[in-house]
């Protein structure tokens, strides 16, 4: 009896992603710790070593990053959808794509009794957890991970 290779899975884990508005004088942050991985039909880069239907792990890590600045944080749910379906689209191998996202909180620091216009503190260890996965054409709503603190 043969080796058979399994169903696989491989990605970029715990990817620093913060974006600081400054489009106007009162600065906004949004600050994310960011986990893609994809699962599919990879067989030939585990038999062969052929990478192309591999989309490459800093790839997945400078997306998240480029999509932060030109299409902009709303909420984690919305971030990992849009990356999720963004990764299925140009992975033509990949049949799911799974973004986990942490995010952390930040307050503004007081100055004279009110939150200054750009200076930040985080509130704390709290954050915000959430998971999307996406399955071909479909995706499941993300539900809380668990919070941590």
Request: proline share 4%.
């Amino acid at each position: 009896m043969g080796i058979a290779l399994g169903p696989n899975q491989y990605g970029k884990a715990e990817n620093r992603v913060v974006r600081i508005y400054r489009d106007t004088d009162r600065h906004e942050i949004r600050d994310l710790n960011v986990s893609t991985s994809l699962r599919g039909d990879f067989t030939a880069a585990h038999i062969t070593g052929d990478q192309g239907d591999v989309l490459p792990t800093d790839t997945q890590k400078n997306t998240a990053f480029a999509f932060a600045k030109e299409k902009g944080i709303t909420s984690p749910e919305q971030f990992g959808i849009t990356l999720g379906a963004h990764f299925l689209d140009v992975t033509p191998k990949a049949n799911a794509s799974r973004i986990g996202i942490e995010e952390y909180a930040w307050e503004r620091i007081e100055v004279n009794g009110s939150g200054h216009d750009h200076s930040f503190v985080r509130r704390g260890p709290e954050m915000r957890t959430r998971l999307v996965t996406h399955s071909e054409c479909r995706f499941w709503p993300s539900h809380a991970m668990g919070n941590s603190g």
